[in-house]
Structure formats: structure tokens, C-alpha cells
């Protein structure tokens, strides 16, 4: 089955930090740019970051200098670090991928415009 599969949410206090995982499974996630999107409630949807086949990278200027995006091509997986975390980063954290992977990812935070969308995982940084 083609999917993406994310994992490594929870619950977190303030200042703390997660790592997301996006693991692809089916196909080889290495010609693809991968976005990391999220969904807080009551709120619209934001793109976190995005990094290219080339492993360019670029941030929303809300997590700039706290996420940090990475992928291990060996492994068929792209990675979300987030640290100093607040409670405004609660949220459902969606991966998704899109080919061509060089240029990087749409400007959509919806499913229709990516090849692959996961399930999304809970973060929830709380005290």
C-alpha cells in the first residue's frame, strides 16, 4: 500500500521538544519534495516547512529558528524536530509529499495539490 505515515506526536510542556517522523512505505520518497503542514483547531492551516529532493529547506517564520526539517533517504523518511516548543504549535501535523521534488512544494496547504498526504499525528504542548 502507498502512504505516508507519520509518527512521534504527544503531549509536551512548554519548552520542550518532539521529533515527527514521515515514513513512506510503498515507494521511494527520495524524488520527492516533503511538507510538513498543520491544523490547530479553530485556526486555518499553516505550512510548517518544506524540503526538496535536494534537501533545500525553508520555514514558516512562526517556527523559524526552533523546527529544524531533515530527511534520511536510506531510511524513506523525513523528520520534523521541534524545540522550544509553545502552545500555539498545538496542533495536527500532517506530512505530504509531491514530485517533481526539485523546485519544493506547492503553495497549497490541501491534499489535492500533493501525491501523498498521511494521516496526520496530535502534538499538544501544554502545562
Known amino acids: 500500500q502507498l502512504q505516508l505515515v507519520e509518527s512521534g506526536g504527544g503531549l509536551v510542556q512548554p519548552g520542550g521538544s518532539l521529533r515527527l517522523s514521515c515514513a513512506a512505505s510503498g515507494f521511494t520518497l527520495d524524488i520527492y519534495a516533503v511538507a510538513w503542514i498543520r491544523q490547530a483547531p479553530g485556526k486555518e492551516r499553516e505550512g510548517v516547512s518544506c524540503?526538496?529532493?535536494?534537501?533545500?529547506?525553508n520555514y514558516a517564520d512562526s517556527v523559524k529558528g526552533r523546527f529544524t526539517i531533515s530527511r534520511d533517504n536510506a531510511k524513506n523518511t523525513v523528520y520534523l524536530q521541534m524545540n522550544s516548543l509553545k502552545p500555539e504549535d498545538t496542533a495536527v501535523y500532517y506530512c505530504?509529499?509531491?514530485?517533481?521534488?526539485?523546485?519544493?512544494?506547492?503553495?497549497?496547504?490541501?491534499?489535492?495539490?500533493?501525491?501523498?498526504w498521511g494521516q496526520g499525528t496530535q502534538v499538544t504542548v501544554s502545562s
Open positions: 524540503i526538496t529532493s535536494g534537501f533545500s529547506t
Open positions: 505530504a509529499a509531491h514530485t517533481p521534488g526539485y523546485f519544493g512544494c506547492p503553495g497549497s496547504v490541501w491534499p489535492k495539490a500533493y501525491d501523498f
